[in-house]
């Protein structure tokens, strides 16, 4: 007796906004492929809309986000790596689809993003040692420099590396309190959408991340343009966007990355993880 051939069950994608997952506001939707042209899935294309929407959650949680104390970031950014070692098998087939890894290369790649998971992880209560200071000053003050996190910041995910890459840019602004509107790779947003359903299992609050997908332009201008985005991040632009967004940007002078060639499984530095930061200076007399 042969066996019952089975339908297949395909996955739906969808967007992550402020911890639940909506279709996009507009209904549509845009074929995902391989490198060899094969469909893999559909993906949301979201709208002006969608984006608007995650700001206004991104702006909700910055609050609790940037008021928890630095170790519980660094253990909820731990708690990201568990899960993701986990489900290490899914992402290393969705990374090798879309990026056209062997299944070597692409375990490489992903487990080079659990890592800086950890990595970034381990940072969370040790960026103010770096970033702030004790000031020498002439008068019986204390002078004190500490960093704070700036807001919201917009993220442009690279093209290229869709998950390795996305991680490198997503980490280092969320462990130091900020919270980020990410737009995946525009041609491969598998592994950014699966990344949502990781970052919802993962203590991490609603609002803290929140990922879009769909044409990069589209999105990114309203969000280089919108007064409550503090920061983007051009890592996913092309020099021309880049530019037009700089642009946009400057209305409310929000921190700007500009783009630039990057080896993503190379060591991350301190870049990132200090671009999005603000400094607080506090005077207090000593007393006598």
């Known amino acids: 007796m042969s066996a019952v051939e089975r339908l297949n069950v395909f996955k739906t994608y969808k967007l992550f906004v402020g911890g639940t997952f909506p279709r996009s506001e507009s209904g549509r939707v845009y074929e995902v492929t391989d490198t060899e042209g094969n469909w893999l899935a559909n993906a949301p294309l979201a709208s002006r809309k969608d984006a608007r929407d995650a700001v206004a959650a991104a702006r909700k949680a910055f609050g609790g986000w940037s008021g928890a104390t630095a170790y519980n970031r660094g253990q909820i950014l731990y708690r990201i790596a568990e899960m993701l070692e986990g489900r290490r098998k899914q992402f290393i087939a969705e990374v090798a689809d879309a990026e056209g890894l062997s299944k070597p290369k692409a375990a490489a790649q992903v487990d080079a993003a659990i890592d800086r998971w950890v990595w970034y992880a381990g940072w969370s209560d040790k960026v103010?040692?770096?970033?702030?200071?004790?000031?020498?000053?002439?008068?019986?003050?204390?002078?004190?420099?500490?960093?704070?996190?700036?807001?919201?910041?917009?993220?442009?995910?690279?093209?290229?590396?869709?998950?390795?890459?996305?991680?490198?840019?997503?980490?280092?602004?969320?462990?130091?309190?900020?919270?980020?509107?990410?737009?995946?790779?525009?041609?491969?947003?598998?592994?950014?959408?699966?990344?949502?359903?990781?970052?919802?299992?993962?203590?991490?609050?609603?609002?803290?991340?929140?990922?879009?997908?769909?044409?990069?332009?589209?999105?990114?201008?309203?969000?280089?343009?919108?007064?409550?985005?503090?920061?983007?991040?051009?890592?996913?632009?092309?020099?021309?966007?880049?530019?037009?967004?700089?642009?946009?940007?400057?209305?409310?002078?929000?921190?700007?990355?500009?783009?630039?060639?990057?080896?993503?499984?190379?060591?991350?530095?301190?870049?990132?993880?200090?671009?999005?930061?603000?400094?607080?200076?506090?005077?207090?007399?000593?007393g006598v």
């Open 128 to 286: 103010a040692q770096i970033a702030g200071s004790a000031n020498p000053v002439a008068g019986p003050f204390f002078n004190l420099s500490t960093p704070e996190p700036t807001g919201v910041v917009a993220v442009l995910a690279p093209q290229e590396s869709s998950f390795l890459g996305l991680v490198s840019v997503i980490a280092p602004a969320i462990v130091t309190g900020n919270t980020v509107v990410v737009t995946a790779s525009e041609k491969s947003p598998l592994p950014a959408l699966s990344l949502s359903e990781v970052l919802a299992t993962s203590d991490l609050p609603g609002g803290v991340v929140n990922v879009l997908s769909g044409r990069t332009a589209e999105i990114a201008g309203p969000l280089a343009a919108h007064q409550d985005v503090n920061a983007i991040d051009l890592a996913g632009a092309g020099a021309d966007l880049a530019k037009e967004l700089e642009t946009a940007a400057a209305e409310n002078l929000k921190r700007v990355v500009r783009p630039s060639r990057t080896d993503w499984a190379a060591d991350p530095g301190t870049d990132r993880l200090l671009a999005f930061l603000e400094t607080k200076t506090v005077w207090h007399p000593i």
